[in-house]
């Protein structure tokens, strides 16, 4: 009867999981598309909770609770601006749990009770593999995302040939494993590759290209995951894995798609190998400056604005003025639309949960290659800390980082505002000639201050 009860939860979940994610494919939906995936893991949760195997409860008692009071306030303290950032550790923290569950799997079997089967050492070696390359190509993203590591792609001679050996002689461990499972030698030499794998691919990618990173990386944890429940024999911690490994690539492959990248380049970490001779910054170019009260009377004899958001706006908290500046604009007649590059921010879907949160409303956010064509008629395009993705070097200039990427063609409108707190180069660390044309204004200063002036000067 227990093991019916199991067996109707998991597919309860399975079912709950589906439909949620059915659900966040929607704006309408994505709210109740995540009630009913958090449903589904708890049902998952207490369908596991009756499991045979489990002999005690106290230490999950104890892992729900020093769990649950650090998820907390994590989930509470942290700002949106932060939110990538969390995302890479908890990436790193699950891919963490997984090998250390694969280690503890192995010894209980292969070491202490001397037997295990070929199937299962197979899945333990692929999960293993797997969760240490997620832990610490996770925490490399981080420390890029965080600004401890530098955001250039950090290369050297011969890193692709050592990263593409190192992968073949750990898959060939892996596959020598499940012949010779109780070589232990062996199974750790595969967990010390797979760390330094984790390190070595994510290092030359450089900091515009994270939002891919954070998609692969939450592929490689379900991946991990999957592999986990067949070692396991746990049917839901399959699925679960195999859902989130999936979406997870094919979001990787999208985002790929919609910069440019091949993505090949993406799995084994190649990014860094475009010849980079673009300065970091601008030196001595002059610049065209704009005061808020200039900006104003421009936007004031503007029809149509198109905003393009970017970090910038996110580590200013600006949502919410740009928001009240929106709502200002329109009682005046003009024409308000948000352009979304699909790497905007730090991760997928970053300027669309800032801008929701401000309650701006989603049919005014326009994709890029939905705004593009339109972009010429535009009477004033304001860039509020967007540097890449408006970046045309990635139309022209064969030598930079990011040629090949789509961009917003923020410099095709008639006018630019670029509100930015200085000339630094944004996240990708190279000069964007947009500031220097003609039709460009650069309004510098904090970009929620400087919209809280626009928005005042526009109301007298």
Same mark, same amino acid.
């Given at each position: 009867?227990?093991?019916?009860?199991?067996?109707?939860?998991?597919?309860?979940?399975?079912?709950?999981?589906?439909?949620?994610?059915?659900?966040?494919? +929607?704006?309408?939906?994505?709210?109740?598309?995540?009630?009913?995936?958090?449903?589904?893991?708890?049902?998952?949760?207490?369908?596991?909770?009756?499991?045979?195997?489990?002999?005690?409860?106290?230490?999950?008692?104890?892992?729900?609770?020093?769990?649950?009071?650090?998820?907390?306030?994590?989930?509470?303290?942290?700002?949106?601006?932060?939110?990538?950032?969390?995302?890479?550790?908890?990436?790193?923290?699950?891919?963490?749990?997984?090998?250390?569950?694969?280690?503890?799997?192995?010894?209980?079997?292969?070491?202490?009770?001397?037997?295990?089967?070929?199937?299962?050492?197979?899945?333990?070696?692929?999960?293993?593999?797997?969760?240490?390359?997620?832990?610490?190509?996770?925490?490399?993203?981080?420390?890029?995302?965080?600004?401890?590591?530098?955001?250039?792609?950090?290369?050297?001679?011969?890193?692709?040939?050592?990263?593409?050996?190192?992968?073949?002689?750990?898959?060939?461990?892996?596959?020598?494993?499940?012949?010779?499972?109780?070589?232990?030698?062996?199974?750790?030499?595969?967990?010390?590759?797979?760390?330094?794998?984790?390190?070595?691919?994510?290092?030359?990618?450089?900091?515009?290209?994270?939002?891919?990173?954070?998609?692969?990386?939450?592929?490689?944890?379900?991946?991990?995951?999957?592999?986990?429940?067949?070692?396991?024999?746990?049917?839901?911690?399959?699925?679960?894995?195999?859902?989130?490994?999936?979406?997870?690539?094919?979001?990787?492959?999208?985002?790929?798609?919609?910069?440019?990248?091949?993505?090949?380049?993406?799995?084994?970490?190649?990014?860094?190998?475009?010849?980079?001779?673009?300065?970091?910054?601008?030196?001595?170019?002059?610049?065209?400056?704009?005061?808020?009260?200039?900006?104003?009377?421009?936007?004031?004899?503007?029809?149509?604005?198109?905003?393009?958001?970017?970090?910038?706006?996110?580590?200013?908290?600006?949502?919410?003025?740009?928001?009240?500046?929106?709502?200002?604009?329109? +009682?005046?007649?003009?024409?308000?639309?948000?352009?979304?590059?699909?790497?905007?921010?730090?991760?997928?879907?970053?300027?669309?949960?800032?801008?929701?949160?401000?309650?701006?409303?989603?049919?005014?956010?326009?994709?890029?290659?939905?705004?593009?064509?339109?972009?010429?008629?535009?009477?004033?395009?304001?860039?509020?800390?967007?540097?890449?993705?408006?970046?045309?070097?990635?139309?022209?200039?064969?030598?930079?980082?990011?040629?090949?990427?789509?961009?917003?063609?923020?410099?095709?409108?008639?006018?630019?505002?670029?509100?930015?707190?200085?000339?630094?180069?944004?996240?990708?660390?190279?000069?964007?000639?947009?500031?220097?044309?003609?039709?460009?204004?650069?309004?510098?200063?904090?970009?929620?201050?400087?919209?809280?002036?626009?928005?005042?000067?526009?109301?007298?």
């Amino acid at each position: 009867m227990k093991l019916q009860l199991i067996y109707l939860a998991y597919f309860a979940s399975t079912v709950l999981f589906i439909v949620g994610l059915r659900g966040l494919t +929607k704006p309408d939906a994505a709210r109740r598309g995540i009630i009913l995936a958090g449903v589904g893991m708890l049902v998952a949760i207490v369908g596991t909770l009756l499991h045979r195997d489990i002999i005690t409860y106290q230490w999950i008692i104890v892992g729900l609770i020093v769990g649950t009071i650090i998820g907390i306030p994590m989930g509470l303290w942290i700002p949106m601006t932060k939110m990538p950032e969390r995302i890479a550790l908890s990436h790193a923290f699950g891919g963490l749990a997984v090998a250390l569950v694969g280690v503890a799997e192995y010894i209980r079997h292969a070491v202490m009770a001397g037997h295990i089967t070929q199937f299962t050492m197979g899945a333990l070696g692929f999960e293993v593999f797997f969760g240490t390359v997620t832990f610490t190509g996770s925490l490399m993203a981080f420390g890029k995302l965080q600004g401890i590591l530098s955001g250039r792609p950090q290369t050297f001679k011969g890193q692709n040939t050592l990263t593409l050996a190192l992968l073949a002689a750990c898959l060939g461990f892996v596959v020598w494993l499940i012949f010779s499972p109780y070589l232990s030698g062996l199974f750790y030499t595969v967990v010390g590759v797979g760390l330094l794998l984790g390190i070595l691919l994510v290092v030359p990618i450089g900091g515009a290209d994270m939002p891919v990173v954070i998609c692969l990386m939450n592929s490689y944890a379900g991946l991990a995951a999957s592999a986990s429940g067949f070692a396991l024999d746990n049917n839901i911690l399959i699925i679960c894995g195999a859902l989130d490994g999936g979406s997870g690539f094919l979001l990787a492959m999208i985002m790929s798609k919609a910069m440019n990248r091949s993505f090949g380049n993406v799995l084994f970490g190649a990014f860094g190998q475009v010849e980079q001779t673009s300065a970091a910054t601008g030196g001595s170019k002059p610049v065209k400056s704009f005061t808020v009260e200039d900006a104003a009377e421009f936007l004031k004899q503007a029809s149509s604005v198109v905003i393009v958001p970017g970090y910038g706006m996110a580590v200013a908290q600006a949502q919410h003025a740009v928001g009240e500046l929106q709502e200002i604009l329109e +009682k005046k007649g003009v024409e308000v639309r948000y352009a979304i590059h699909p790497v905007a921010g730090r991760m997928p879907g970053h300027m669309n949960v800032l801008l929701a949160e401000a309650s701006v409303p989603y049919d005014h956010l326009i994709e890029m290659d939905a705004i593009n064509p339109s972009m010429p008629t535009v009477d004033v395009c304001m860039v509020i800390g967007a540097n890449d993705v408006v970046n045309p070097a990635a139309r022209t200039d064969k030598s930079s980082a990011i040629y090949g990427m789509p961009i917003i063609d923020a410099d095709r409108s008639k006018m630019v505002f670029v509100l930015k707190r200085s000339m630094a180069a944004g996240f990708a660390g190279i000069d964007n000639p947009l500031f220097y044309l003609e039709n460009t204004r650069m309004v510098f200063g904090d970009a929620k201050n400087t919209i809280h002036a626009l928005n005042a000067e526009l109301k007298k």
